[in-house]
């Protein structure tokens, strides 16, 4: 497992086999507490803070230049820090990969919630639009931006001449069923 050593001073170098001269030899660690499930996205945001505030980030190449040092003072053979080695990067990518992962479900959270907040906001100022008469003569703001789900939602508010409207272009252009449907149970 002999790796090429970084271009560092000597004396970057020298501090760097002393500290892990005074260090037992790595072990693998145990792989950190996940944050507990929860429905709660600040339970799961301050889980993930206090998995970042117990971890450390430690490189490949610096568990294996620990252990090249470990093997040179005669405390372990090769085969040993190999195994180490391999053992201990395993662990760190397992831990990255949860952590990833739930930072990922935390994100996806406050974008799902976001996203629905918008909409609704969205929504209000479309009625509102609608009621004063101004702004676009199409009765639904950003309907290409809208999936087929959001479309049916604000389908609600609007007038038969209004529903026509969107069928119309519905037709012309995405000519989503679900939509059509939709707009054709209103109408009827």
């Known amino acids: 497992m002999p790796q090429p050593k970084s271009p560092r001073s000597s004396s970057t170098r020298s501090r760097s086999s002393t500290a892990a ?4 030899a790595a ?6 507490a996940k944050p507990a499930a929860s429905s709660n996205a600040d339970d799961n945001l301050k889980s993930l803070r206090d998995l ?3 971890g450390a980030v430690v490189t490949q190449d610096h568990v294996k230049e620990a252990l090249d040092d470990a093997v040179k003072a005669g405390h372990m053979s090769r ?3 190999t195994d180490v080695a391999r053992k201990v ?3 760190g990518r397992k831990q990255a990969d949860g952590f990833r992962k739930d930072l990922d479900e935390v994100i ?10 918008g909409d609704r906001v969205l929504r209000e100022v479309d009625r509102a639009r609608r009621r004063a008469g101004v702004g676009s003569s199409f009765p639904i703001s950003k309907y290409d931006d809208l999936n087929a789900t959001q479309v049916q939602a604000r389908l609600a508010d609007l007038t038969k001449p ?3 409207k969107v069928r119309d272009y ?9 939509v059509l449907a939709a707009v054709e149970r209103k109408l009827a």
Do not use: D, M, T, Y
Request: avoid cysteine; charged fraction near 45%; charge should be positive.
């Open 21 to 24: 001269s005074k260090r037992p």
């Open 27 to 32: 072990a693998p660690k145990r792989a950190a």
């Open 52 to 54: 970042l505030r117990r």
């Open 79 to 81: 085969k040993e820090a």
């Open 89 to 91: 990067v395993a662990s």
């Open 108 to 117: 996806g959270r406050g974008r799902k919630s976001a996203a629905k907040s």
């Open 162 to 164: 209004q529903l026509r």
């Open 170 to 178: 519905e037709k012309r252009h995405a000519n989503r069923k679900s």
